[in-house]
């Protein structure tokens, strides 16, 4: 499987997820005193954060691997623009399950900090994997 396959980045969002549903459950239950409110804001990420990603890491595939040099200036950039995708995703998601846009804005704004260098980790951690096959954009 090569790194530009559609298959490889479900596999990734995959892995991203479990990760960042994690973070957030924590979170949630942490900020709300209910884990049953980590539990549902982390679930019903599952589903949007999953699509979301897998859009987000096919539309950066290329500047990624046509710049390798830059790789650490590109991951920062990628993650910036993905954080700001997935904290509006938080904040609404947590708002509309909480009833308060208080809540939401503080899981938001906690979870910048959090994702953000688990992100950036993440990226760094498949980046680094050797893949066989021919890196070639034909599979993009």
Do not use: C
């Given at each position: 499987?090569?790194?530009?396959?559609?298959?490889?980045?479900?596999?990734?969002?995959?892995?991203?997820?479990?990760?960042?549903?994690?973070?957030?459950?924590?979170?949630?239950?942490?900020?709300?005193?209910?884990?049953?409110?980590?539990?549902?804001?982390?679930?019903?990420?599952?589903?949007?954060?999953?699509?979301?990603?897998?859009?987000?890491?096919?539309?950066?595939?290329?500047?990624?691997?046509?710049?390798?040099?830059?790789?650490?200036?590109?991951?920062?950039?990628?993650?910036?623009?993905?954080?700001?995708?997935?904290?509006?995703?938080?904040?609404?998601?947590?708002?509309?399950?909480?009833?308060?846009?208080?809540?939401?804005?503080?899981?938001?704004?906690?979870?910048?900090?959090?994702?953000?260098?688990?992100?950036?980790?993440?990226?760094?951690?498949?980046?680094?994997?050797k893949w066989s096959g021919n890196m070639?954009?034909a599979d993009v």
């Amino acid at each position: 499987m090569n790194y530009f396959s559609p298959r490889l980045h479900i596999i990734k969002a995959i892995s991203w997820r479990i990760t960042g549903s994690i973070d957030t459950m924590i979170w949630g239950w942490v900020l709300s005193n209910e884990w049953t409110f980590g539990l549902a804001v982390g679930a019903a990420e599952l589903v949007t954060k999953l699509v979301l990603y897998y859009v987000h890491d096919r539309l950066w595939i290329g500047a990624e691997h046509r710049d390798r040099h830059r790789s650490h200036t590109i991951h920062v950039f990628k993650t910036i623009t993905w954080r700001i995708l997935g904290t509006l995703d938080t904040i609404l998601l947590s708002w509309y399950i909480s009833g308060s846009l208080q809540l939401g804005l503080q899981l938001g704004g906690v979870e910048i900090l959090t994702k953000m260098l688990l992100y950036y980790i993440h990226e760094r951690i498949w980046f680094q994997i050797k893949w066989s096959g021919n890196m070639s954009s034909a599979d993009v």
